[in-house]
């Protein structure tokens, strides 16, 4: 049987509407408000704390280098302390070693979700070891991180 040459309303592609009136919008809007405030919250508390362990630790190398206190020695062992346990933090959550953009990236493309319990904390407590050790870390990466894995939650 031969078909006619008008179209019918299904051989139209459906054509979306961007509307806040489709259903679900309000909670929707909700959800992105309330993980918007806890990631952006998280991220200001990472920057806090940081911010209060370099002072800290400025605090304790003004002490090292003012009594003269075995500064050779305590100094570097202040460093590789602090350095250590955001190591030993990396090691128990293998994941949480790198920067903090690709495995968002890969969790937005769906190729790899991102496990937020276990690397979530670890990914704070170990950039902000590195961080106050004086290494050298960029604090985009994590707060990146750490604001998707707060989406992932």
Do not use: C
Not at 90 to 112: D, F, I, N
């Amino acid at each position: 049987m031969l078909q006619s040459s008008s179209s019918t309303d299904q051989d139209q592609p459906q054509r979306f509407t961007p509307s806040i009136f489709h259903p679900g919008w309000g909670r929707r809007l909700l959800l992105s408000i309330i993980t918007g405030a806890l990631a952006g919250g998280l991220i200001a508390a990472f920057r806090l704390a940081v911010a209060a362990g370099e002072a800290g630790r400025v605090k304790v190398w003004d002490v090292i280098t003012i009594t003269g206190a075995g500064s050779v020695i305590l100094g570097p062992l202040l460093v590789a302390a602090l350095a250590a346990l955001g190591g030993i933090i990396t090691r128990w959550v293998p994941k949480t070693a790198g920067g903090g953009v690709y495995p968002v990236r890969a969790a937005l493309a769906g190729e790899s979700p991102i496990s937020w319990w276990p690397q979530l904390p670890a990914k704070f407590m170990a950039s902000f070891f590195t961080l106050v050790s004086g290494l050298s870390l960029g604090r985009e990466g994590p707060a990146v991180f750490l604001g998707g894995a707060t989406g992932q939650a």
